[in-house]
């Protein structure tokens, strides 16, 4: 089929601002990931996480941390760690909160 006349081709400024609303979502999908990260790491302290590293850029050092104290490390200590990193958290806490659970849906007659 051939394409209609009114179809126009994608220009510059079009690739330009479907990457930018792009970065934009981006942006937000990993401030929400960070703030759920910090969210349970502030309430389940006792955690173990699973080799999360964390980094201070300003004294160019590096920790990992094997107990729950990425919350202080992060904010309090204002480190900075990768999104993969804030993610691993994430699934650390909720095996964790799992684990606490053993008679969850789904579970109950294995």
């Known amino acids: 089929m051939a394409k209609k006349q009114t179809e126009q081709r994608k220009k510059a400024s079009d690739y330009r601002k479907e990457y930018e609303d792009i970065q934009i ?11 759920r990260a910090i969210e349970l790491c502030k309430q389940h302290t006792d955690v173990k996480l699973t080799g999360i590293q964390v980094t ?9 941390l094997t107990s729950g104290n990425f919350y202080e490390a992060i904010v309090e200590k204002g480190m900075s760690a990768e999104i993969e990193q804030y993610i691993q958290v994430i699934d650390d806490v909720e095996k964790h909160l799992a684990s606490l659970h053993p008679h969850q849906q789904g579970n109950l007659f294995n």
């Open 56 to 64: 201070n850029y300003v004294k160019r050092k590096t920790a990992r």
């Open 25 to 35: 979502k981006q942006v937000a999908i990993e401030n929400r990931i960070k703030k």
